[in-house]
Structure formats: C-alpha cells, structure tokens
C-alpha cells in the first residue's frame, strides 16, 4: 500500500508548485436540441451544481453534456461522470433537478448519466487540483459539508429560533454543525444555544491568526457556533452600528479566518431582508441550500417571496419552505390560529417548492430560547418539539443528505489513503504568503 505521508507530500507539492494554471478540461459545448431551450439560463442554474469532492460545479469541469427538449416537454440533461458507479450521483441529480426545474417555463427535468473518458477525467482531475490549490484557503469549510441558509423576508418569523432547533437536532444525530451567526448586528445564537465561552484566536503560521469557534457536545456530534456575541468585548446591550459593506466584510472573515474543522453541516442565520449579506453569501458559498421561513401571515409570505427571488438570482438553490408560528392545537382539541392558517402553503406554492414543515406556536420554544435549551431537545414531545424531529429527519433523508467521501475521486481516494489534505493545502498556502512577504 502506498505510504500515506508519500500521497500527501505529493498533494503539497503540487499545490504549491509554480506551474501556470492548467487550461479547462477540453470537453465540447453541450449540444441543444429544440428551440425552446435557453441554453443560457440552463447552464447558470448548472453552475450551482457542485461536485462536493471535486470542489467545483459541473458546468466549468466539462461534465454536462446535452440538453435536449423532447417531444413531451420534458428538459433532458446528460452529466458525464467521472466514473459510472459513483455514489454521488444521486445528490448530483437531485441538486441539477432543483436548480434548472426552478426555472420559469420548465415542468419537469430528467437528469441522465455517461461516464467521462480517460482523457477527460485526467483534464478535470487536473483543473480540480488546481482549483483547490489556488482558492484553498478562501473557507476552511469542507467540500463535503452541506450548507444551508435560514432566510426570511422579514424580521420576527422566528429564523433564528428555527436555526437553534434545527441544529441541535443535527447534532444529536451525531453529525458535527457548524452555525454561523451571520445577523451580525441581531445576534442571538449564544443565547438560543446555551454558549458561555468566547471565540479564541490561534496563530496559523506566516503571521495569520485563525479563530476557533465556541464549541458545545450535544448527544452523539457537536456544535460549533461563530457569532458576533461570542466575540471579545461585543456587548449584548449596545448597538453595532456599521454600514452594509462592513457588515459583509465581517460575514466574510467568518467564513476565511474561522478554522472549522471537519463538518457534517454548516447552518447559516442570515438577517432578514435582501441586502448586502445575502449577496455575498451567495458569491462566497455558491453551493448555498436556501430555507425559507414565513408565519403563515400574507405580509410576511410577500416579503419572503422576494428572499427566494433574490436566492435564485444568485443562482442559490431554494429547498423549501418553512412556516413557523402556524396554528397550534389545544389539549381540549381547539384550533388556534394566531397567525393565520395556510400560508406557508401559498408561499411554497408561489415559488414552486414544497413546504417542509408547519411548526406550530408553542410556548415551549420561546421558553427553551430564553433558557438556553432549544424546545426540540429538551421538550421532544412538545407539539413543536415533534415537528421538529421530523423536519430534522426530511433534512438529513431528502432535503439535504450528508455527503460521504465517495470512491469516485482522487480527492476520496487520497482521504482514505490518509493523506492530510486540509493540513496540506494549508501548508502550501503559509509558503506562498511567507515567499510573498520576502519578496
């Protein structure tokens, strides 16, 4: 068996070789059949359909092949794979489905699989290399890890209260979760969490510090919480007043300068409303899964529309609906429809995606909240506490599966072997910034 350190040492020093950048893969542009494909749209939605272990999406790697509109109406796009068998072609498919289904005018997609030749697979492994060699340090978040938004039109929906309940579920699954506290001038994910600890920095070598987040065991996995409320000197009582771009720059160093660590899931609360931060987010994580929450009541359903427009015009995938405050049930059996009824449903129907989940008002979420213990863990039979646990279940069944390191890559391959890649791509990224310093 090849030594471990000999497949590592490869990977380092081919990261931080000086050789110019290899050329895209020379794979031919899709073939278009029928006059009604926009061809154009297609390929931006395809453009946020990543491959996890190759680290970039399937448009830019060569590995689309056809569109083709048949008869029936049905969009038929053909993936090539690297290789036939490979056990993340399911997640492929239904993340190519989401996106270009999205699109206006298209009914239903079927995805179809080839596989790439020797040649072709040689060309795209070379430019996967190098890709992660030039943009490795940008996020320390794994290839592997599946990120999803929290978003919402408005304030008040309970996003965050969703995001803390959500996460601890994951966790207590045994997957480690990361959750970044991007509403940084309305934190409240120290709170919601129970987090008493602060955000440690930690020299990384060639004069950069790196920071740590606050970590918590919950069950079997753990979570790991970056938010501003964590952070020395920030106070829960006064104002952070920065403009938009500042605030985006803070969102920004989260996602750089926080070492991470291997990660099952990455939860983002983003604010509410279409500004600065949601734009970036969606140019600094293009892989971005979007959750939208709503009350069932009509304004925050418009308000929330406009969050899933703006997702998707980052070319962010959409993966449902969320209402919350829906209506709960007495235990005399009466309804209570504090917030109207259905709403939800209409939003999920409007923007073309399924409802996930109505959690109903339940006293025991604001009251886990202000404790510091999310209702779905400490109340579980709650009616909240229910719901919950079945939206964790459609995330991890359906919505948004973890990703195992398949064995149909180099990068798989390499992992198993035991190759330190993060370690290395970190080390090949201290060497260029210390030969920069020297001149």
């Not at 030039?134 to 969703?162: F, H, M, Q, Y």
Request: net charge negative; with cysteine; glycine share 10%.
């Amino acid at each position: 068996m090849t030594d471990p350190t000999l497949l590592a040492q490869t990977v380092d020093d081919d990261a931080s070789s000086d050789a110019p950048a290899p050329p895209a893969p020379e794979v031919s542009v899709p073939a278009v059949d029928g006059d009604d494909v926009d061809e154009a749209a297609i390929t931006n939605a395809l453009r946020g359909v990543i491959d996890p272990e190759l680290g970039d999406n399937v448009v830019d790697l060569g590995m689309v092949k056809r569109y083709e509109r048949s008869a029936d109406g049905v969009l038929h796009v053909t993936i090539a794979l690297t290789t036939a068998g490979c056990p993340l072609r399911a997640q492929i498919m239904r993340d190519a489905k989401a996106r270009v289904g999205s699109l206006p005018g298209i009914d239903e997609v079927k995805v179809h699989f080839g596989e790439m030749t020797a040649d072709e697979r040689s060309k795209v492994m070379s430019r996967a290399r190098w890709k992660a060699r030039d943009n490795a340090l940008e996020t320390d978040i794994p290839a592997t890890c599946r990120i999803l938004a929290i978003s919402s039109g408005k304030g008040g929906v309970g996003k965050s209260s969703v995001t803390a309940n959500l996460a601890v579920l994951l966790a207590a699954r045994g997957h480690t979760v990361g959750v970044l506290d991007a509403d940084v001038g309305g934190f409240s994910m120290p709170q919601l969490l129970g987090l008493e600890g602060q955000i440690e920095g930690e020299r990384a070598g060639a004069g950069k510090t790196v920071m740590k987040p606050v970590s918590k065991k919950v069950g079997e996995g753990t979570l790991r919480v970056v938010s501003m409320g964590s952070v020395a000197g920030s106070s829960e009582n006064e104002a952070i007043m920065w403009r938009g771009l500042m605030l985006n720059r803070a969102v920004q160093h989260f996602l750089e300068d926080v070492q991470w660590g291997d990660l099952d899931y990455l939860l983002i609360d983003t604010p509410p409303g279409t500004s600065d931060i949601q734009m970036g987010l969606a140019r600094m994580l293009p892989r971005t899964d979007v959750l939208i929450v709503t009350t069932p009541a009509k304004a925050a359903q418009q308000v929330a529309a406009r969050a899933a427009d703006m997702a998707r015009k980052g070319f962010l995938r959409v993966a449902g609906v969320i209402e919350n405050m829906g209506p709960s049930v007495g235990p005399d059996g009466t309804v209570t429809a504090m917030f109207g009824e259905g709403g939800g449903q209409a939003l999920a129907d409007t923007i073309g995606v399924p409802l996930l989940a109505s959690i109903p008002l339940d006293t025991a979420v604001a009251a886990g909240g202000d404790a510091g213990s999310p209702a779905a863990l400490e109340h579980p039979d709650s009616s909240a506490g229910q719901v919950y646990a079945e939206l964790a279940e459609l995330i991890v069944t359906d919505v948004a599966p973890p990703v195992e390191i398949a064995d149909c890559s180099l990068r798989g391959a390499l992992v198993r072997s035991g190759a330190d890649l993060e370690g290395a791509r970190r080390r090949a990224e201290e060497r260029r910034r210390a030969e920069v310093a020297e001149g």
